[in-house]
């Protein structure tokens, strides 16, 4: 990790922090302004200007603490402040500030928080109060094109952090919609998979216990492992979601290429004649891509099981020219056999969340049904990065 890596983690894990404790936060601007406004009063002073007194310090200390409940009440906390500076004005014979510290963050703080008519009101404060400070004052246009100048530029930034802070929050919604649909997905794929398969050995069971108790014993086998295996995913899945939520479940790796051979075994193991072949050689894919891969083939298979009354099927993995060729092809009944369901349409999305695309239609010679998946497959050095 470099310097602005370093940095850049810094600064997330403050603004964290920051998040986590308003108030700390909102005392350390306090602290800050009021070290920034106790420089007038500790730099030597000429003998024509007026005495640096305790008093004079003490008001200018009273415009200060209000900015701890800034977020609390930012118009009511503008108030104060800006009696709390009339009256330093009006009474007091202290040295003056070289910014407005107070009320720039009070604006500031306002525009970003405070909903439409406590912003025009604050608008029309400052259209009044600006003015009259600066005729108490020096009564100089100069003065008060500045005053205008930089309190306008506080309501800007303010309103320009507030569009950030919204576009942040509506990117965080996305991020956890597409979340939700991925681990959906994930879900439907595991317990579609793991019921078809069930339910394949079960009505078969039967009949094989009649017929050939060996056989049945083997089907109850089949639809055992394949339990355990829908469980422990299912595990997997939710333990993604209780780290999210708390922190503290650990991370499970997702199925990936070396899965497929496993999940070919326990499909065969429900009756279909079920193939599996890789061409061009078996490259490192990324995390994502292989556990999409995997996911692929799975939901591919199990259409097949479900809907295509096929008796034999053919996994194939074809790796040239950074593209990786998935194909599962079946010798069923063909296209539009069995009922419309989610698992075609989650191929395509799955594969066009890599870059790549997914069609189907009748397999070789017009007969039976093929998926045909291509992606994109980065180098071995970008995966490895």
């Known amino acids: 990790m470099g310097v602005r890596g370093a940095v850049r983690n810094g600064w997330t894990r403050a ?24 420089m007038p009063f500790v730099v030597p002073r000429g003998p024509e200007l007026e005495p640096a007194t305790w008093p004079a310090y ?5 415009t200060v603490v209000p900015l701890v409940w800034r977020r609390r009440a930012p118009f009511a906390v503008l108030l104060a402040i800006l009696a709390a500076s009339t009256l330093y004005v009006l009474v007091m014979e202290g040295p003056g500030q070289p910014l407005p510290y107070t009320g720039l963050v009070s604006v500031y703080t306002i525009a970003v928080l405070s909903p439409p008519g406590k912003r025009l009101a604050t608008a029309a404060l400052l ?11 020096t009564r100089s246009a100069r003065e008060l094109t500045f005053s205008l ?19 942040h929050r509506i990117e965080a919604e996305r991020a956890a919609a597409r979340e939700r649909a991925r681990i959906a997905r994930e879900m439907h ?36 492992a394949t339990g355990r295996d829908a ?24 199925p990936d290429l070396a899965g497929i051979p496993d999940l070919v075994a326990r499909v065969r ?32 298979l199990t259409n097949v099981v479900r809907h295509a009354d096929a008796r034999t099927a053919d996994v194939r993995l074809s790796h040239a020219d950074g593209v990786l060729r998935v194909t599962v092809t079946d010798d069923g009944r ?13 191929i395509r999305e799955r594969a066009a969340a890599h870059g790549g695309t997914a069609t189907t239609g009748p397999g070789p010679g017009g007969r039976g049904f093929e998926v045909r998946v291509l992606l994109p497959v980065p180098s071995t050095a970008e995966v490895g990065r």
């Not at 599996?276 to 078996?282: F, N, P």
């Not at 063909?334 to 989650?346: D, E, I, N, R, V």
């Open 15 to 38: 603004r964290g922090w920051g998040a986590a404790n308003p108030w700390a936060v909102d005392i350390g601007i306090a602290l800050l302004v009021q070290a920034a406004m106790t």
């Open 231 to 254: 469980m422990v995913q299912l595990r997997q899945m939710l333990g993604v979601l209780r780290e999210g939520a708390e922190g503290t479940a650990p991370r499970e790796p997702q």
């Open 58 to 62: 003490g008001l200018t200390t009273l």
């Open 127 to 137: 259209v009044v109060a600006v003015p009259f400070s600066v005729w108490l004052n």
């Open 149 to 167: 100048f930089v309190f306008g530029a506080a309501y800007v930034f303010g309103r320009l952090q507030d569009a950030r802070q919204r576009e």
């Open 269 to 300: 193991a429900g009756g279909l004649a079920v193939s599996y072949a890789t061409e061009g050689g078996v490259r490192a894919l990324p995390a994502t891509t292989g556990a999409s891969v995997y996911r692929i083939v799975q939901e591919a």
């Open 334 to 346: 063909g296209p539009g056999a069995g009922p419309g369901g989610h698992g075609l349409t989650g």
């Open 189 to 224: 794929d595991i317990l579609s998979h793991a019921v078809s398969l069930m339910v394949v050995q079960a009505e078969a069971g039967p009949v094989a216990v009649r017929t050939a108790p060996e056989r049945a014993e083997a089907a109850f086998e089949a639809i055992s």
